[in-house]
């Protein structure tokens, strides 16, 4: 880590929690790595049809946060996307919302829906960018239904993944 001198105090509390998350893994995941690296055909089955999920889960997302007037990029493979809320500044402004910290929190307030402020992830304050998780559903559930799907769609994510179409829901009217 590089912290300048006046910040000291600072690198020693980040070493701190650090050195506790990285320092080892604990012996369940390690075991559970070691299945997962063996390879085999439920292991290719579970990672094809998490992908198809994902993928289906991104889409929707995606669409979603673009109806609503947001920029954000089409994703390859991940389960968060980062969206850029600029397209809708004027309509935040007359709310008071001029950073991304201040529309994270209002739509915290105002909805339940928690996302991240693109500045804690080193984007400018004033720049009204988020970081969203697109993967509150039941796993478990989404990968029992989806081998039966020749095609995962909008349909499935709403019938799935409840409580993602209900943020985006909320989302939406709130941004409306």
Same mark, same amino acid.
């Given at each position: 880590?590089?912290?300048?001198?006046?910040?000291?105090? =600072?690198?020693? #509390?980040?070493?701190?929690?650090?050195?506790?998350?990285?320092?080892?893994?604990?012996?369940? *995941?390690?075991? #559970?790595? *070691?299945?997962? !690296?063996?390879?085999?055909? /439920?292991?290719?089955?579970? =990672?094809?049809?998490? @992908?198809? *999920?994902?993928?289906?889960?991104?889409?929707?997302?995606?669409?979603?946060?673009?109806?609503?007037? #947001?920029?954000?990029?089409?994703?390859?493979?991940? !389960?968060?996307?980062?969206?850029? !809320?600029?397209?809708?500044?004027?309509?935040? #402004?007359?709310?008071?919302?001029?950073?991304?910290?201040?529309?994270?929190? $209002?739509?915290?307030?105002?909805?339940?829906?928690?996302?991240?402020?693109?500045? /804690?992830?080193? @984007?400018?304050?004033?720049?009204?960018?988020?970081?969203? $998780?697109?993967?509150? !559903? /039941?796993?478990?559930?989404?990968?029992?239904?989806?081998?039966?799907?020749?095609?995962?769609?909008?349909?499935?994510?709403?019938?799935?993944?409840?409580?993602?179409?209900?943020?985006? /829901?909320?989302?939406?009217?709130?941004?409306?």
């Amino acid at each position: 880590f590089f912290f300048p001198p006046n910040l000291r105090w =600072l690198l020693e #509390a980040v070493s701190v929690i650090a050195s506790e998350s990285f320092t080892s893994t604990s012996a369940p *995941i390690q075991c #559970a790595g *070691i299945r997962a !690296f063996s390879g085999g055909p /439920d292991i290719e089955d579970y =990672l094809t049809q998490s @992908r198809r *999920i994902l993928s289906a889960v991104a889409a929707y997302s995606v669409d979603r946060l673009r109806a609503c007037g #947001a920029k954000v990029p089409s994703p390859d493979g991940a !389960f968060y996307l980062f969206a850029d !809320f600029t397209p809708l500044a004027a309509k935040l #402004a007359g709310r008071g919302l001029y950073s991304s910290t201040e529309l994270c929190r $209002a739509l915290l307030d105002d909805t339940g829906v928690a996302i991240l402020p693109g500045s /804690d992830f080193g @984007r400018p304050s004033g720049e009204l960018t988020a970081r969203l $998780a697109i993967v509150d !559903f /039941d796993g478990r559930w989404a990968l029992l239904a989806a081998p039966e799907v020749a095609t995962l769609d909008e349909q499935f994510v709403q019938q799935h993944c409840p409580r993602l179409v209900e943020a985006f /829901d909320r989302l939406a009217g709130w941004l409306g």
